[in-house]
């Protein structure tokens, strides 16, 4: 059984962008996932709660949030009580920026910003406080006056301080994270495909042709996570992946990521998500549709 639907959105290929602005008094759009980045501004709606990939939280009155292409994400109502929720969504290519443009000195913020995307990134409420006005006046604008206004929305977004990414590094399975070595792309790649197996460092370390010391120095100072705890953070990207889409027991789930003890499993997802697998399973209830 899979919770989440594929959304296809209202774009063409002859667009740049889309944007809706609605003022409601609920969230009933179900879990979802697309192709498009999108960048949502929620006014008004405290105690709503968001979800994007594994991360789940009540959020305040104004936020702001970029999520990447095909990682799932929704709004529910929760505990919010406003009857005047403004959300604007602006949905944008993933191509609309060329990959050679992106390389280009002055797009090093965007391209940086997108690479996060990819877990979902929530702005500082002072840079919501800032963009918001910008965001709820550009569909008034026409053209490429409209383009150019996105670009520089954009911009400003990506040297904002103290943004927050969302989601695991490894829930969204499909993206390849980059680290900037060839050696640490082999290992995860490795771990991703093999997570379901005892895994011992001295697996990697011959992958990659190092020695088990040296490697355990690389990957803590390459990705700021030791070996261990990359490994688990793998399978415990899987492990939330399923407990959305499958109705496996909590057990089984364990066992096929990894986790030979479902003691440890609990606790380490306790640890990570502030919820046991159950609660976080139960946390996706009522996103549900029937198509």
Request: hydrophobic share 40%; glycine share 4%.
């Amino acid at each position: 059984m899979n919770n989440i639907i594929k959304e296809i959105t209202p774009l063409t290929q002859n667009d740049c962008f889309t944007i809706f602005s609605r003022v409601k008094s609920e969230f009933n759009f179900p879990l979802h996932f697309h192709e498009e980045f999108e960048l949502n501004l929620i006014v008004n709606a405290k105690g709503a709660k968001r979800i994007v990939g594994d991360n789940i939280e009540e959020i305040d009155d104004l936020e702001l949030v970029l999520v990447g292409p095909n990682l799932s994400h929704v709004w529910l109502s929760h505990n919010c009580t406003s009857e005047n929720i403004t959300e604007v969504t602006i949905q944008w290519h993933k191509d609309l920026f060329d990959e050679k443009l992106l390389k280009r000195n002055q797009l090093s913020f965007i391209r940086r910003m997108f690479e996060r995307s990819v877990r979902g990134i929530l702005f500082p409420k002072a840079t919501a406080e800032s963009v918001a006005p910008r965001l709820l006046a550009i569909n008034q604008m026409q053209g490429f006056d409209s383009v150019l206004e996105l670009m520089s929305i954009l911009h400003e977004l990506s040297t904002s301080k103290s943004m927050r990414v969302l989601s695991d590094v490894t829930f969204n399975n499909s993206q390849v994270l980059n680290y900037n070595s060839r050696r640490i792309d082999k290992a995860y790649e490795f771990m991703n495909a093999n997570f379901h197996k005892p895994i011992a460092l001295k697996d990697l370390a011959k992958l990659v042709n190092m020695t088990e010391v040296s490697f355990s120095r690389f990957i803590k100072k390459r990705t700021g996570n030791t070996f261990i705890d990359s490994l688990n953070e793998i399978r415990l990207g899987h492990a939330t992946r399923m407990l959305i889409e499958t109705t496996h027991s909590v057990a089984e789930i364990s066992y096929n990521c990894g986790f030979n003890n479902i003691s440890n499993f609990n606790r380490f997802f306790k640890k990570k998500k502030n919820c046991t697998p159950k609660e976080f399973r139960e946390s996706f209830s009522g996103t549900r549709v029937f198509i």
